[in-house]
């Protein structure tokens, strides 16, 4: 064992007295990033989709005023349907989510109730 164990390190030390060392190329890991943030932005073009905002602004009995324009239970408002009207605020149900709109100040707060 003793044998065995003595010959591989002796292998192990003349291998390594003619191993020709590696040479370490000459690499900058931020050349590229430089190469990327001065290059020229000109074909480059991102298409950002914006969130569409809602804004209540009146609720009339069965109908509310949303973003200037009206719409009864049920209609299509954007990409969402009105859902529900309450007292001080509407619901609208959209393809994954429900959005609540409430008024944004008070100034804004206009509920009528139709004389009939």
Do not use: W
């Not at 430089?34 to 074909?43: E, F, P, Y």
């Not at 239970?73 to 969402?80: A, M, P, R, T």
């Amino acid at each position: 064992m003793k044998k065995i164990l003595l010959k591989s390190l002796l292998f192990v030390f003349v291998s390594s007295l003619s191993a020709v060392p590696l040479s370490v190329p000459n690499y900058d890991p931020f050349k590229q990033t430089q190469k990327i943030l001065h290059a020229k932005k000109g074909h480059a073009i991102v298409n950002i989709k914006k969130k569409p905002s809602y804004t209540l602004y009146a609720i009339y009995d069965d109908s509310v005023n949303i973003n200037k324009t009206f719409y009864k239970l049920g209609d299509k408002v954007g990409s969402c349907h009105l859902y529900k009207i309450m007292q001080d605020r509407v619901v609208l149900r959209c393809a994954h989510s429900i959005k609540t709109l409430k008024f944004g100040t008070k100034k804004t707060y206009k509920r009528a109730e139709l004389v009939r």
